[in-house]
């Protein structure tokens, strides 16, 4: 049996534990239904021309977990902030681990999907948010709505802000044998409240993981949110990440994805901008190697005047790794005086890596001002020999000019221990001790 | 210290250098000057081991060995040092980590611990109190919007601070205003010694009035054609170089 089938047999069992009564359900059967009719999306569709699905859906993937499975924190410490405190949700082989955890119900409510799709005291915000902005006929993010069951729950009321970040992991422990996760969840963010996440998936096994996860961000007028994903998972792990960010007048979000490991990463990142002064941000760090493949599909939706996207995607590929950029920003008519900028810049450390980078720009507004700019180059041999004749190796100086070409995108981290944390993850990932924390 | 015989070096299959013999002596100062386009550069690069020029014969020597074969890292650890006519600017990293690292690769090149915080601190503190560098100057990153001034002086703090043995300065008079002028020359004229040596590429003959060169040598088409004391350098400020072209049309 084919994934697709054998995802479409296990939806009868999954109804069996989840209350078919819930108004939710009916939108899980209307998402199953899309997702029966389209299926995984193939090389034949555009969006999907450099990121084939074909390997993963011939692997087995156990739908559900078996049992529940356990970690003790000194062994995972490492995948978390530790170095500051946080608020965390945080997930193992799909279920949520209190044990782990540190939610709150203090003047926010940062816990759990589970429990706000089924406690009447959340019906209100999920009839007014769940799946309002995440797509009704993508195919993935449809297969994940209609196994939405479990994830990130995260609501900061009006002129709120929670006391420290909040950080969602999501582990996979490999006591399956290969396991697909379906992690869902709903970020609202009220009326000049602000919030700041660190999201994760680790795997902590060589056996397979897939994870199709469905993320929507709410921000109304005048909230603030940051939000970052590390995406530094096992060889043997492959991450379909679907967010969809809704943003109300003078909104500021900002979206930072620092890709440095995985298997098959693809990110659906999507920006609707319902109001206007709305600022959104993307800003990406990759750096490849191997066999791996990330692949940014953006959006920007531009459909009220006088807003600003602004596109920052920096890629180092080495090896045999293969990195896609699409980069789609839409300006309706009535989107006047929008400002949009994209770029995405790129470095192929090898001759077996590439890069394919496309703009996608669909502009009906006539007053605007949009720009994009894609490069791809090789490090600078002049740079590099001046560092070379400072004493500094080779391997040194290249790690050096890598770091400092993807230097204004981690100058936009606001939490410092996060930016420490991603330059040495950096360092680690280019094999390089330079002597100081980068 | 160092010895230069019959160089020839090219870029892309086009000789630039066409066999230079040059011998510089611990302790003196030599200027190399001459137009646009004669090859300064290419000398400067060659011996601090660029291998984007090929050498294509004869051989340089430092202390008595071959360099042919040896990486531009390796130079530096050895005692060469290049102050670049356009230093590189380097986003995200200080100038004091840029100089804690690199004094670091060097001490690990010879076996050498880390060198401790403390001395690493009073070091910079000294070197840069040599150059009239602010301490604030040392958290930017390194060259990163720094004007022509403070790249060039810059680039002699990072000379102070890597103590070479020979010291090749290449243009690191133009940009300079009188002031930023005389602060670098002053600090280059405190760091020269008996057991060290200079090079000075220059296009003008205004440094020179503050390092005084022991030889000047003119090059022209990738070759020296003249040589002499401090006294040439007077000459070609004032006869130019076009007397240069007619000398070799002859």
Redesign the interface.
Known sequence: MDLKDKLISSFMAFENNVDVEHPVHDVRMAAIKNFEEKGFPSKKEEAWKYTSLNSLQKIDFSIFPREENTLEYKDVKKYFLHEIDSYKIVFVDGIYSSYLSETTHDGVDICLMSAALTKPMYKPVIDVYFNKVASKDESLTTLNTAFSREGAYIYIPKNKMPKKPIEIIHFATGNEASILLQPRSLVVVEENAEVQIIERHQSLTSNDTLTNAVTEIFAAKSAIVDFYKIQNDAATASLIDNTYVDQKDKSVVNVHTFSFGGKLTRNNLNFYQNGEYIDSTMNGVTILGEKQHVDHYTLVHHMQPNCESHQDYKGIYGDSSIGVFNGKIIVDKIAQKTNAFQKNNNILISDKASINSKPQLEIFADDVKCSHGCTIGQLDEDALFYLQSRGIPKKEARALLMYAFANNVLESVRIPELKTRINKLIAKKLGVNLGFDL | MLKIKDLHASVDDKEILRGINLEVKAGEVHAIMGPNGSGKSTLA?VI?????FEVTQGSIELSGEDLEEV???E???KG???S?QY???????SVT??M???????RK?KGLE?MPAKDMLKLIREKSELLEIDRKFLSR?LNEGFSGGEKKRNEIF?MAM?EPKIAILDETDSGLDIDALRIVASGVNKLKSKDNAVILITHYQRLLEYIVPDFVHVLHNGKIVKSGGKELALELEEKGYDWLKQETAV
Do not use: C, M, W, Y
């Not at chain 2, 804690?100 to 060097?106: D, H, V």
């Open positions: 690069s601090a081991g660029n291998e984007r990486s531009p890292e130079r530096a650890h060469v040092f290049l670049f230093p590189v600017e380097i986003p995200g990293v980590n840029f804690k690292t690199a004094i670091n690769e060097s090149a880390d990153s990072q890597l």
